[in-house]
């Protein structure tokens, strides 16, 4: 075979044609996880700006990594099982040019001269999202969680573990038991690392808000309401279940309870608790990161939901 045809090959296997002595650097992108590739190479002078200092590779290099990155998400109609009808006017469904891809999965390219060098270099093959008929894992999860909602407000309540919503089909695509959602949540929890623990020997701080010449001295008339004043839902409660509402610091305490600008007349007492145990907390507060696509090490680190159905 010789060598041009070779390169055909290549090019048709990449998805592009494009020289290998084209030179970019990291401002040549305007995507973090894509300098942070550029940066793993040495220097050279970049072909655009011809100026040293900043980390540069090879143009072909950087789209050979895009693409890869690409086919994670992304693959050609035909592999993906998407039907085409002529009549129809094609592809049964979204399809996209490569060069539109890259405009949809965020590629930030800067300046018009290399710009133009991508998008003519690029072959005019087609795309979409793998598994075309089927959701998304988060759509998945997130509907889960809509019918897992509605099942415990209106059908089972509190005795839901075993119960099955008189709406599932278990032959339905995409949808999963709404119970079932509960054990997706808890592998996402592990694998985002927010399940803490609090020690018991830390404070816990409780606020009530009383009229101003009310005062309270005991835990009893700091804690939780008794029965028969648990009559209103809160946003962890339901009507009839009193539950503790306390936060780690008196500041969130008073700021999550009292407004001296609406509660003129009142005043906010607060209390101090400690738990009898070491308490095993669900930190949402946790700030979270949404993996690049061209990020290897962040697609490599990425959620592996397990979403089951009965």
């Given at each position: 075979?010789?060598?041009?045809?070779?390169?055909?090959?290549?090019?048709?296997?990449?998805?592009?044609?494009?020289?290998?002595?084209?030179?970019?650097?990291?401002?040549?992108?305007?995507?973090?996880?894509?300098?942070?590739?550029?940066?793993?190479?040495?220097?050279?002078?970049?072909?655009?700006?011809?100026?040293?200092?900043?980390?540069?590779?090879?143009?072909?290099?950087?789209?050979?990594?895009?693409?890869?990155?690409?086919?994670?998400?992304?693959?050609?109609?035909?592999?993906?099982?998407?039907?085409?009808?002529?009549?129809?006017?094609?592809?049964?469904?979204?399809?996209?040019?490569?060069?539109?891809?890259?405009?949809?999965?965020?590629?930030?390219?800067?300046?018009?001269?290399?710009?133009?060098?991508?998008?003519?270099?690029?072959?005019?093959?087609?795309?979409?999202?793998?598994?075309?008929?089927?959701?998304?894992?988060?759509?998945?999860?997130?509907?889960?969680?809509?019918?897992?909602?509605?099942?415990?407000?209106?059908?089972?309540?509190?005795?839901?573990?075993?119960?099955?919503?008189?709406?599932?089909?278990?032959?339905?695509?995409?949808?999963?038991?709404?119970?079932?959602?509960?054990?997706?949540?808890?592998?996402?929890?592990?694998?985002?690392?927010?399940?803490?623990?609090?020690?018991?020997?830390?404070?816990?701080?409780?606020?009530?808000?009383?009229?101003?010449?009310?005062s309270f001295h005991s835990a009893k008339e700091l804690g939780s309401p008794s029965l028969e004043f648990a009559s209103i839902p809160n946003r962890m409660s339901p009507s009839g279940i009193p539950m503790f509402y306390g936060a780690f610091d008196k500041q969130t305490a008073v700021s999550e309870t009292y407004?001296?600008?609406?509660?003129?007349?009142?005043?906010?007492?607060?209390?101090?608790?400690?738990?009898?145990?070491?308490?095993?907390?669900?930190?949402?507060?946790?700030?979270?990161?949404?993996?690049?696509?061209?990020?290897?090490?962040?697609?490599?680190?990425?959620?592996?939901i397990k979403v089951t159905r009965e």
């Amino acid at each position: 075979m010789g060598r041009a045809k070779e390169m055909m090959l290549e090019a048709e296997v990449n998805g592009f044609d494009i020289d290998a002595n084209i030179i970019v650097c990291t401002k040549c992108f305007g995507n973090d996880a894509i300098k942070q590739f550029i940066s793993n190479d040495t220097g050279s002078d970049c072909t655009y700006c011809s100026k040293k200092g900043d980390a540069s590779c090879s143009l072909k290099l950087v789209l050979e990594h895009v693409m890869t990155c690409i086919r994670t998400e992304w693959g050609r109609p035909a592999n993906e099982g998407l039907v085409y009808e002529t009549r129809e006017g094609g592809w049964q469904g979204e399809v996209y040019n490569t060069w539109n891809l890259f405009d949809i999965v965020g590629i930030e390219i800067n300046g018009a001269e290399l710009l133009n060098d991508i998008e003519s270099s690029l072959m005019d093959d087609d795309w979409c999202r793998q598994n075309p008929y089927s959701l998304a894992k988060d759509r998945i999860l997130f509907y889960g969680w809509i019918n897992f909602s509605r099942f415990v407000m209106t059908e089972a309540r509190y005795v839901f573990l075993n119960a099955t919503p008189s709406t599932y089909n278990q032959y339905q695509h995409d949808e999963i038991h709404p119970v079932k959602i509960l054990e997706a949540l808890t592998d996402i929890t592990k694998e985002l690392d927010l399940i803490e623990l609090w020690d018991k020997e830390k404070a816990i701080f409780r606020v009530r808000v009383v009229n101003s010449d009310v005062s309270f001295h005991s835990a009893k008339e700091l804690g939780s309401p008794s029965l028969e004043f648990a009559s209103i839902p809160n946003r962890m409660s339901p009507s009839g279940i009193p539950m503790f509402y306390g936060a780690f610091d008196k500041q969130t305490a008073v700021s999550e309870t009292y407004d001296p600008e609406i509660s003129t007349d009142k005043k906010a007492i607060c209390g101090v608790f400690y738990p009898i145990r070491d308490l095993v907390l669900l930190n949402l507060s946790k700030p979270l990161s949404i993996p690049d696509l061209f990020d290897e090490k962040s697609n490599a680190n990425c959620l592996t939901i397990k979403v089951t159905r009965e």
